[in-house]
C-alpha cells in the first residue's frame, strides 16, 4: 500500500538538542497527524494539522503542515529522556468517502546519555 | 474510561495455522481499524469495520479477514499463518468512520510470531 517518505529513519542525539524529521509524499493530503509510538505500545497522536502552512505546538513539540500539502515537519526542542520512541507522520487523503489514513515509515529517536 | 483492548497481547503459532485476534474498542466507539507493524513495511492497512461492515480494505490477501460485533467488538482472522505475517497487530477505534479516524485510539497490539 501508500506509504509516507519519512527521514530521517533513526537519530541518536543527546539529551537537551532539538529534533526536526519530516515526511513528503507524492501526493497532496487534506490532514496531517503526527504519532509517537513507545516501546511494546500503540501509537499515540501527538498533534494534528487541518490547513495548510499551519504551525501547531503541544508542548515542546512543534508541526507545520507544508504549503505544497505534500509535506510535513516536526520538531522537538530540548530533548528528554521520554521523548525515545519512534514518531510516525501520517496523511488523510482529499477524497471524499471512506478515507483511511496512510502512514509514514517512523523515525527512531534514541537519546545518548 | 477504559482505552482499546487487544488479547492476547503476545502469540505464537506455527506456520499453516490460523490464528484470531481480539479488540475492544473504547465505549462508544462504533469504527474499528486493523493494521499490520512490522519493521521493514512500518503500519500497513489492513481493513476498517463500522457498524458490523466492512468500510474500507487494503492490500492484503484473502487470509486475513475479519469481523464486527454488535457491541463493537471486533476479530481479526489469519489463516493458514506464514512466517511473513509475524508482526505486531494493531487495533484503533473511533467515534466515527472517514474522517472519525482523527480520533483514533490505538491498542497495545497483539504481537504474532509464527515459527
Known amino acids: 500500500g501508500q506509504q509516507l517518505n519519512q527521514s530521517p529513519q533513526s537519530m541518536f542525539i543527546q539529551e537537551g538538542e532539538d529534533v526536526s524529521m519530516n515526511c513528503t509524499s507524492s501526493s497532496i493530503f487534506n490532514t496531517w497527524l503526527w504519532y509517537k509510538q513507545d516501546p511494546g505500545e500503540g501509537p499515540v497522536l501527538l498533534i494534528a494539522?487541518?490547513?495548510?502552512?499551519e504551525l501547531t505546538s503541544n508542548g515542546r513539540l512543534t508541526a507545520q503542515f507544508g504549503i505544497t500539502r505534500k509535506d510535513s515537519f516536526l520538531n522537538i526542542s530540548a530533548s528528554i529522556p521520554s521523548d525515545v520512541g519512534i514518531y510516525f507522520c501520517?496523511?488523510?487523503?482529499?477524497?471524499?468517502?471512506?478515507?483511511?489514513?496512510?502512514f509514514g515509515t517512523g523515525t527512531r529517536l534514541t537519546i545518548i546519555p | 474510561k477504559a482505552g482499546v483492548t487487544q488479547t492476547p497481547r503476545y502469540l505464537i503459532k506455527t506456520r499453516g495455522q490460523q490464528v484470531t485476534l481480539s479488540c475492544s474498542p473504547i465505549?462508544?466507539?462504533?469504527?474499528v481499524s486493523w493494521y499490520q507493524q512490522t519493521p521493514g513495511q512500518g503500519l500497513q492497512f489492513l481493513f476498517e469495520y463500522f457498524s458490523e461492515t466492512q468500510r474500507n480494505k487494503g492490500n492484503f490477501p484473502g487470509r486475513f479477514s475479519g469481523r464486527q460485533f454488535s457491541n463493537s467488538r471486533s476479530e481479526m482472522n489469519v489463516s493458514t499463518l506464514e512466517l511473513g505475517d509475524s508482526a505486531l497487530y494493531l487495533c484503533?477505534?473511533?467515534?466515527?468512520?472517514?474522517?472519525?479516524?482523527?480520533?483514533?485510539?490505538f491498542g497495545s497490539g497483539t504481537r504474532l510470531t509464527v515459527v
Open positions: 465505549s462508544g466507539h462504533r469504527s
Open positions: 484503533a477505534s473511533s467515534l466515527d468512520s472517514g474522517r472519525g479516524s482523527l480520533g483514533y485510539t
Open positions: 494539522l487541518y490547513k495548510a502552512g
Open positions: 501520517a496523511g488523510l487523503p482529499p477524497n471524499f468517502g471512506n478515507e483511511k489514513l496512510t
